[in-house]
């Protein structure tokens, strides 16, 4: 092609037609130019093309990845609610006076407050790559970045009720049943024989724990963290459900 064109080049030339010369050279140029936008363009449909691709594999890990988030949270929700209702129950026993309740129901209100630590436990591999890649420019949706960048923020609230507020109070409340009532005993009234250990010889009543007013600080501590926390989960968990809720409308 390019020995056709120079071709006619110098045939031109060699005729003297001058000005016939400059028109074709125009024309050629304008070609050329034409050859280049096309082939500019194909290449910015070719790299669209791989980030709409890339856009739609993001899309459909993260779907995959905060449906399993919401399963878990939804888990430290239902969690959370019954160390919550234990705690409030417990509540109605404590006081000055050695409440009506048996030696079997306090230990499994005691032991329906504390035995269970609550943690969220996210997947997060695919965000992050998102985040740290700098990969969140790649979806179009304004609201779905939006929603994406919030999340970070939310689990920072989340861990600081946790490990700074809950987690506290739950170990206070371990460490007082630790120091003031018999444990084995205990665990034996609400479980039976554990690991071979019957209830021991400590016999007097652990319900005393109930008239003293640290504990009572401790378990209304208990029954407002926890109730906190609940709440921070149930936010999460609507916006888990709005992320959701835009990824389904970008996937195609």
Same mark, same amino acid.
């Given at each position: 092609?390019?020995?056709?064109?120079?071709?006619?080049?110098?045939?031109?030339?060699?005729?003297?037609?001058?000005?016939?010369?400059?028109?074709?050279?125009?024309?050629?140029?304008?070609?050329?130019?034409?050859?280049?936008?096309?082939?500019?363009?194909?290449?910015?449909?070719?790299?669209?093309?791989?980030?709409?691709?890339?856009?739609?594999?993001?899309?459909?890990?993260?779907?995959?990845?905060?449906?399993?988030?919401?399963?878990?949270?939804?888990?430290?929700?239902?969690?959370?609610?019954?160390?919550?209702?234990?705690?409030?129950? $417990? #509540? !109605?026993?404590?006081?000055?006076?050695?409440?009506?309740?048996?030696? *079997?129901?306090?230990?499994? &209100?005691?032991?329906? @407050?504390?035995?269970?630590?609550?943690?969220?436990?996210?997947?997060?591999?695919?965000?992050?790559?998102?985040?740290?890649?700098?990969?969140?420019?790649?979806?179009?949706?304004?609201?779905?970045?939006?929603? $994406? #960048? !919030?999340?970070?923020?939310?689990?920072?609230?989340?861990?600081?009720? *946790?490990?700074?507020?809950? &987690?506290?109070?739950? @170990?206070?409340?371990?460490?007082?049943?630790?120091?003031?009532?018999?444990?084995?005993?205990?665990?034996?009234?609400?479980?039976?024989?554990?690991?071979?250990?019957?209830?021991?010889?400590?016999?007097?009543?652990?319900?005393?724990?109930?008239?003293?007013?640290?504990?009572?600080?401790?378990?209304?501590?208990?029954?407002?963290?926890?109730?906190?926390?609940?709440?921070?989960?149930?936010?999460?968990?609507?916006?888990?459900?709005?992320?959701?809720?835009?990824?389904?409308?970008?996937?195609?």
């Amino acid at each position: 092609m390019i020995k056709f064109f120079r071709k006619i080049r110098q045939k031109l030339l060699s005729e003297n037609k001058f000005n016939k010369y400059l028109v074709y050279a125009l024309g050629e140029i304008v070609l050329v130019v034409i050859g280049i936008l096309i082939a500019l363009q194909i290449n910015n449909l070719n790299e669209q093309r791989k980030q709409n691709n890339l856009e739609q594999d993001y899309l459909f890990a993260l779907k995959t990845e905060f449906e399993n988030n919401l399963i878990e949270v939804n888990r430290v929700i239902k969690l959370t609610s019954k160390l919550h209702d234990n705690a409030q129950e $417990l #509540a !109605t026993f404590t006081g000055p006076e050695m409440p009506n309740m048996t030696e *079997e129901k306090f230990g499994e &209100l005691y032991f329906g @407050t504390i035995n269970a630590e609550v943690q969220y436990r996210p997947g997060s591999g695919v965000l992050n790559e998102i985040i740290n890649s700098g990969k969140l420019n790649i979806f179009q949706n304004k609201d779905l970045k939006n929603a $994406l #960048a !919030t999340l970070d923020a939310m689990l920072l609230q989340i861990r600081f009720q *946790e490990n700074e507020e809950l &987690l506290k109070v739950r @170990t206070d409340l371990i460490l007082i049943g630790r120091d003031n009532v018999s444990q084995r005993r205990m665990a034996n009234d609400v479980y039976g024989k554990l690991f071979g250990l019957d209830k021991g010889k400590f016999l007097d009543s652990n319900k005393h724990l109930v008239t003293s007013r640290k504990f009572d600080n401790l378990i209304t501590g208990f029954i407002f963290t926890s109730g906190y926390l609940k709440g921070r989960y149930e936010t999460m968990k609507k916006q888990l459900e709005k992320v959701i809720v835009i990824l389904d409308s970008q996937i195609k």
